[in-house]
């Protein structure tokens, strides 16, 4: 079993930038592929990152390439996830999860823990 917990969420302006972070705990996360995801009010959960096991790669969703960047320190047992330039649309609950897949999985159904996730909210 993996426990995660993710935190850095807040409220901040439009074009500002927030950091989250996912600290796991029970195993460590060097045997996980981690990806973050988000679910807005009303939507799916919507994929927009992952990391593989080493950190040597790296996916995006379109809508953050370019204005997010995920990272990960498995001394720490710990992901990041940077995002810059942040829009309103960008508002949502952010999870973070852990899969065991090979490759870098991008669908919800392939990731086999999750957080309890972390509100970040952007004002127009």
């Known amino acids: 079993q993996v426990a995660l917990v993710e935190s850095g969420g807040g409220l901040v302006q439009a074009g500002g930038s927030l950091t989250l972070s996912c600290a796991a705990s029970g195993r460590t996360l060097r045997n996980y592929v981690m990806g973050w995801f988000r679910q807005a009010p009303g939507k799916e959960r919507e994929f927009v990152a992952a990391?593989?096991?080493?950190?040597?790669?790296?996916y995006y969703g379109d809508s953050v390439k370019g204005r997010f960047t995920i990272s990960r320190d498995n001394a720490k047992n710990t992901v990041y996830l940077r995002m810059n330039s942040l829009k309103p649309e960008d508002t949502a609950v952010y999870y973070c999860?852990?899969?065991?897949?090979?490759?870098?999985?991008?669908?919800?159904?392939?990731?086999?823990?999750w957080g309890q996730g972390t509100q970040v909210t952007v004002s127009s």
């Open positions: 990391i593989a096991r080493s950190g040597d790669s790296t």
């Open positions: 999860a852990a899969s065991q897949k090979l490759g870098i999985p991008t669908r919800r159904e392939e990731y086999d823990y």
